[in-house]
């Protein structure tokens, strides 16, 4: 499954083996700047695709707000028509309103939906999805369970998010530029410090580097996984054919993988690859001190006195290929090849610089040879053409394909010759022309007598016969018309508490919480009896109804410690970030409070809720801004800690043994700014970070207070509606996403 952010990186998938390309549309697309495809143009991809036997999937993977709904419905069914072979759809409440609505659609659920578990699975699998892609921190033994129940999907090569699947709201808060509606302009990659011995110095703490797994996806093939994605459609047709053709040589046991995976490294590689999540996280992981693209090594730098410097090397550069020059890990320069340099064997010249050194390593980051490679390829359908005619007669073209066997006849007749009469080698050579059709033909004509026919009638007729059998190899569907969408007019009740906290200091319940109708519990350590022991002991002389706090990412294995080590009968509910929570509470039966991590930005997605029995009441989007969030019945975050990630890794690389194992840490940027950073324990430790800047209590019918991070002195001011030093207005009232 190859990615396609526009024309050229959708041939190149096609030409160099992917079996389905996957594209956004100028509309609803998680990577909005991406060229990416339209509505109007999109059908001349899927026949492209579909005659070269590849499937096209469309990704309509952002939250969608109120106004933008029957846009949405008419985005999908246009691209259906046009010849997609599934959707890819990211709100699963909306995705199950659209099957509804249009059943002939295959629906496939987004990474961005976080499904990581079984409860998730089976829930995408029951709102009528055929498909899960799956997030990528899903482990292996998680993945080959999900296999085994609906079909998945499996990121196996590109970039790698810092926060869980959906979950990410820092570059919303930071610049009003939301990941969830494609406009991330990926904070993640900037330089950052924590303040843990070791991690002190500004580096890139949050930069992954990217997935690459290589011979690994063999092992995902036997586990059941049916489709192996390659992430990048903001990359470029090299990298897209490079990733193509070295999975595609990996599944079919040919070509040289060694000269695949160099090709691959050349067009994209951060930090020299990571196996990611699904293995467990290597000490790859985190790419701190290269953060883009830095390509393969080729060389080491010899000073050079005066204009240039000599690379050692035995690589052959071409005019315009680009280098990185990196000493110990970090990068300390670059620059392109040109002709005009002096010549030397052993290497070649760059230009040179003043903090150059002897042994710094070149690596090759642009490979103008591989682009005209890639540009090059071409995927052909073989085509058997038989002529016949004859004087008096017309012609007959019988053509074999994957199809089977089609006849043409010529609506003109040849007639005797008055001169020269055409052979069958000029029979021959007219369809020997395929025009701009990717044919490979094998003509043989058969010719009796001396026929003749006007050269402008056979051309037409050759363009015409080529035309039918693309249209043939192309396929079809019968178009939908527009539909009613309908939905059971169901809606959450009025909650029956008017204000809710998340905290996870019990020492916390002292600061004002009386004004409170529920209190949330996000434990620091979810197999810790005395947590909640303390928790319960603290709130026991206050009437509040108590939720258990679950994060979006949760594997089986979290889940299972959960119901082993909580005392999950002394809630009143969950409060859960993750849909996945929706199975969980049916088969525990508790009540569900959908949190912030629902992602609801709309009343038909709330609606699909209200219809799960153990729905119970739900929080909007902290995207939303207050006019958004106007006729929406639900909590809103009005105060307190801003969540922007949930990390599925540690961030200092899994160094256990030297780990002071504090509960709380500082990110801080170049700016000088604070992100605190949550460290929790669920299956293993977790984090999450929060926003530099709380957020000023606001204004609402149903406000929610996310109290982490927070002193007893700040919380107390937050439920109080005091404004605090650090607050910003952010998310819930800016309007600006």
Same mark, same amino acid.
């Given at each position: 499954?190859?990615?396609?952010?526009?024309?050229?990186? $959708?041939?190149?998938?096609?030409?160099?083996?992917?079996?389905?390309?996957?594209?956004?549309?100028?509309?609803?697309?998680?990577?909005?700047?991406?060229?990416?495809?339209?509505? #109007?143009?999109?059908?001349? &991809?899927?026949?492209?695709?579909?005659?070269?036997?590849?499937?096209?999937?469309?990704?309509?993977?952002?939250?969608? !707000?109120?106004?933008?709904?029957?846009?949405?419905?008419?985005?999908?069914?246009?691209?259906?028509?046009?010849?997609?072979?599934?959707?890819?759809?990211?709100?699963?409440?909306?995705?199950?309103?659209?099957?509804?609505?249009?059943?002939?659609?295959?629906?496939?659920?987004?990474?961005?939906?976080?499904?990581?578990?079984?409860?998730?699975?089976?829930?995408?699998?029951?709102?009528?999805?055929?498909?899960?892609?799956?997030?990528?921190?899903?482990?292996?033994?998680?993945?080959?369970?999900?296999?085994?129940?609906?079909?998945?999907?499996?990121?196996?090569?590109?970039?790698?998010?810092?926060?869980?699947?959906?979950?990410? &709201?820092?570059?919303?808060?930071?610049?009003?530029?939301?990941?969830?509606?494609?406009?991330?302009? +990926?904070?993640?990659?900037?330089?950052?410090?924590? /303040?843990?011995?070791?991690?002190?110095?500004?580096?890139?703490?949050?930069?992954?580097?990217?997935?690459?797994?290589? #011979?690994?996806?063999?092992?995902?093939?036997?586990?059941?996984?049916?489709?192996?994605?390659?992430?990048?459609?903001?990359?470029?047709?090299?990298?897209?054919?490079?990733?193509? %053709?070295?999975?595609?040589?990996?599944?079919?046991?040919?070509?040289?993988?060694?000269?695949?995976?160099?090709?691959?490294?050349?067009? =994209?590689?951060?930090?020299?690859?990571?196996?990611?999540?699904? $293995?467990?996280?290597?000490? *790859?992981?985190?790419?701190?001190?290269?953060?883009?693209?830095?390509?393969?090594?080729?060389?080491?730098?010899?000073?050079?006195?005066?204009? =240039?410097?000599?690379?050692?090397?035995?690589?052959?550069?071409?005019?315009?290929?680009?280098?990185?020059?990196?000493?110990?890990?970090?990068?300390?320069?670059?620059?392109?090849?040109?002709?005009?340099?002096?010549?030397?064997?052993?290497?070649?010249?760059?230009?040179?610089?003043?903090?150059?050194?002897?042994?710094?390593?070149?690596?090759?980051?642009?490979?103008?040879?591989?682009?005209?490679?890639?540009?090059?390829?071409? !995927?052909?359908?073989?085509?058997?053409?038989?002529?016949?005619?004859?004087?008096?007669?017309?012609?007959?073209?019988?053509?074999?394909?994957?199809?089977?066997?089609?006849?043409?006849?010529?609506?003109?007749?040849?007639?005797?010759?008055?001169?020269?009469?055409?052979?069958?080698?000029?029979? #021959?050579?007219?369809?020997?022309?395929?025009?701009?059709?990717?044919?490979?033909?094998?003509? *043989?004509?058969?010719?009796?007598?001396?026929?003749?026919?006007?050269?402008?009638?056979?051309?037409?007729?050759?363009?015409?016969?080529?035309?039918?059998?693309?249209?043939?190899?192309?396929?079809?569907?019968?178009?939908?018309?527009?539909?009613?969408?309908?939905?059971?007019?169901?809606?959450?009740?009025?909650?029956?508490?008017?204000?809710?906290?998340?905290?996870?200091?019990?020492?916390?319940?002292?600061?004002?919480? /009386?004004?409170?109708?529920?209190?949330?519990?996000?434990?620091?350590?979810?197999?810790?009896?005395?947590? $909640?022991?303390?928790?319960?002991?603290?709130?026991?002389?206050?009437?509040?109804?108590?939720?258990?706090?679950?994060?979006?990412?949760?594997?089986?294995?979290?889940?299972?410690?959960? *119901?082993?080590?909580?005392?999950?009968?002394?809630?009143?509910?969950? =409060?859960?970030?993750?849909?996945?929570?929706?199975?969980?509470?049916?088969? +525990?039966?508790?009540?569900?409070?959908?949190?912030?991590?629902?992602?609801?930005?709309?009343?038909?997605?709330?609606?699909?809720? %209200?219809?799960?029995?153990?729905?119970?009441?739900?929080?909007?989007?902290?995207?939303?801004?207050?006019?958004?969030?106007?006729?929406?019945?639900?909590?809103?975050?009005?105060?307190?800690?801003?969540?922007?990630?949930?990390?599925?890794?540690?961030?200092?690389?899994?160094?256990c043994d030297s780990c002071d194992k504090k509960d709380a840490y500082v990110l801080t940027d170049?700016?000088?700014?604070?992100?605190?950073?949550?460290?929790?324990?669920?299956?293993?430790?977790?984090?999450?970070?929060?926003?530099?800047?709380?957020?000023?209590?606001?204004?609402?019918?149903?406000?929610?207070?996310?109290?982490?991070?927070?002193?007893?002195?700040?919380?107390? %001011?937050?439920?109080?509606?005091?404004?605090?030093?650090?607050?910003?207005?952010?998310?819930?009232?800016?309007?600006?996403?």
């Amino acid at each position: 499954m190859a990615p396609a952010g526009d024309e050229a990186a $959708f041939f190149a998938a096609v030409h160099s083996g992917a079996d389905a390309v996957y594209l956004g549309l100028t509309d609803f697309s998680a990577r909005k700047s991406a060229v990416n495809f339209s509505v #109007e143009n999109l059908k001349k &991809y899927t026949d492209h695709a579909h005659a070269l036997g590849v499937r096209v999937h469309v990704a309509l993977n952002t939250l969608v !707000k109120e106004g933008e709904l029957a846009k949405f419905f008419e985005c999908a069914r246009l691209a259906w028509n046009a010849g997609a072979d599934a959707l890819i759809v990211q709100d699963i409440f909306l995705g199950k309103i659209l099957k509804e609505t249009y059943p002939e659609m295959v629906l496939h659920l987004s990474t961005q939906a976080g499904v990581c578990n079984l409860y998730g699975a089976r829930l995408a699998k029951r709102y009528g999805f055929s498909r899960v892609i799956l997030a990528r921190e899903t482990p292996f033994d998680g993945i080959a369970a999900i296999a085994r129940e609906i079909e998945t999907e499996v990121f196996v090569q590109g970039a790698l998010c810092t926060c869980f699947s959906g979950q990410c &709201y820092l570059s919303a808060c930071i610049g009003g530029n939301s990941g969830n509606r494609g406009r991330c302009k +990926q904070p993640c990659r900037k330089k950052y410090s924590i /303040d843990r011995r070791g991690f002190g110095e500004l580096a890139y703490r949050l930069s992954l580097s990217d997935l690459s797994l290589g #011979e690994d996806v063999k092992k995902l093939a036997a586990a059941g996984v049916r489709s192996f994605k390659i992430e990048g459609r903001m990359r470029s047709a090299s990298y897209v054919g490079a990733a193509v %053709a070295y999975y595609r040589d990996i599944f079919d046991g040919t070509g040289d993988l060694a000269a695949d995976l160099s090709d691959l490294k050349r067009a =994209y590689n951060r930090g020299d690859y990571t196996k990611g999540y699904v $293995f467990g996280q290597d000490k *790859k992981l985190i790419s701190s001190a290269v953060q883009g693209h830095k390509g393969e090594r080729v060389g080491t730098l010899e000073r050079a006195n005066g204009k =240039y410097v000599f690379v050692r090397s035995s690589f052959a550069p071409s005019e315009g290929d680009g280098f990185k020059i990196i000493r110990g890990e970090a990068e300390v320069g670059g620059g392109a090849y040109s002709s005009v340099f002096p010549n030397r064997k052993g290497g070649f010249f760059l230009s040179s610089r003043p903090d150059y050194r002897d042994g710094d390593v070149v690596y090759l980051t642009n490979d103008t040879a591989l682009a005209g490679r890639v540009a090059a390829r071409r !995927k052909t359908v073989p085509l058997e053409i038989a002529l016949e005619t004859g004087e008096n007669m017309p012609l007959s073209v019988k053509v074999k394909g994957k199809f089977g066997e089609r006849e043409f006849v010529s609506p003109f007749v040849c007639e005797s010759a008055k001169t020269r009469g055409l052979s069958e080698k000029d029979f #021959e050579e007219c369809f020997c022309k395929t025009d701009l059709y990717p044919f490979c033909v094998s003509v *043989k004509a058969k010719v009796a007598g001396a026929p003749f026919a006007v050269k402008s009638a056979l051309n037409a007729f050759r363009r015409d016969v080529y035309a039918a059998v693309w249209a043939e190899l192309a396929g079809g569907r019968e178009e939908l018309a527009q539909r009613e969408v309908r939905v059971e007019g169901k809606k959450l009740p009025p909650p029956t508490f008017s204000a809710a906290a998340i905290l996870d200091d019990p020492s916390l319940l002292q600061a004002g919480c /009386d004004r409170l109708g529920t209190v949330i519990f996000a434990p620091k350590n979810y197999k810790n009896p005395d947590e $909640f022991d303390e928790f319960f002991k603290k709130s026991q002389y206050y009437a509040w109804h108590k939720y258990l706090y679950l994060p979006a990412f949760m594997t089986d294995g979290d889940i299972d410690a959960v *119901k082993k080590n909580v005392p999950l009968g002394r809630f009143d509910g969950v =409060y859960a970030e993750g849909t996945w929570a929706i199975g969980f509470c049916a088969e +525990q039966n508790l009540k569900l409070f959908a949190g912030t991590g629902f992602c609801f930005f709309n009343s038909l997605s709330l609606s699909e809720f %209200a219809k799960e029995d153990c729905a119970e009441t739900a929080a909007l989007s902290k995207e939303l801004s207050a006019a958004e969030s106007e006729g929406l019945a639900g909590f809103r975050l009005a105060g307190g800690a801003i969540k922007v990630m949930e990390l599925g890794h540690c961030p200092f690389s899994k160094t256990c043994d030297s780990c002071d194992k504090k509960d709380a840490y500082v990110l801080t940027d170049e700016a000088g700014r604070r992100f605190p950073l949550r460290r929790y324990v669920s299956g293993g430790c977790r984090f999450e970070l929060f926003n530099c800047a709380a957020l000023a209590p606001q204004t609402c019918a149903y406000p929610l207070y996310d109290l982490r991070t927070l002193s007893v002195a700040e919380a107390h %001011a937050c439920l109080n509606g005091e404004r605090l030093a650090s607050a910003t207005q952010g998310l819930a009232s800016s309007g600006v996403l």
